[in-house]
């Protein structure tokens, strides 16, 4: 199972970017995909997931209502639609793959970090002020 990010960089406070997530070695029908943060000198952070199985699309209060998960999976992958992008955006952003959503049904969120197997290397955001 391969995860790889891209779309990060170098953004204004106010501007936007679309991160994407490009999953291979797992069958895209039934999984689970997180995204979690860190910023410099801080724990993780959940931003957003989804779990079709579950009928689940989640966000982190800090970002609910500025970012979208979706989804394409004919191609295997996952974007992060980060709009109106503030600067305590700032740091590094993951993508993570739970292949066993319905292990996790009864806990009703996706976004705690423990129930993903996979992770991606991670990519940098950065909003400038």
């Known amino acids: 199972v391969q995860l790889v990010e891209s779309g990060g960089g170098l953004a204004q406070t106010g501007g936007s970017l679309r991160l994407s997530c490009v999953a291979s070695g797992f069958t895209f029908d039934d999984f689970a995909i997180g995204w979690f943060r860190q910023a410099p000198g801080k724990g993780y952070e959940a931003v957003s997931c989804?779990?079709?199985?579950?009928?689940?699309?989640m966000y982190g209060d800090s970002v609910n209502g500025r970012f979208t998960i979706s989804s394409d999976n004919p191609g295997n992958t996952v974007y992060l639609e980060m709009n109106n992008l503030k600067p305590e955006d700032t740091a590094d952003y993951y993508c993570?793959?739970?292949?066993?959503?319905?292990?996790?049904?009864?806990?009703?969120?996706?976004?705690?970090?423990?129930?993903?197997?996979?992770w991606g290397r991670g990519i940098q955001v950065t909003v400038s002020s």
């Open positions: 993570a793959a739970d292949l066993r959503p319905l292990f996790w049904k009864s806990h009703k969120s996706c976004l705690f970090r423990g129930r993903y197997e996979y």
């Open positions: 989804v779990s079709n199985s579950e009928g689940l699309t």
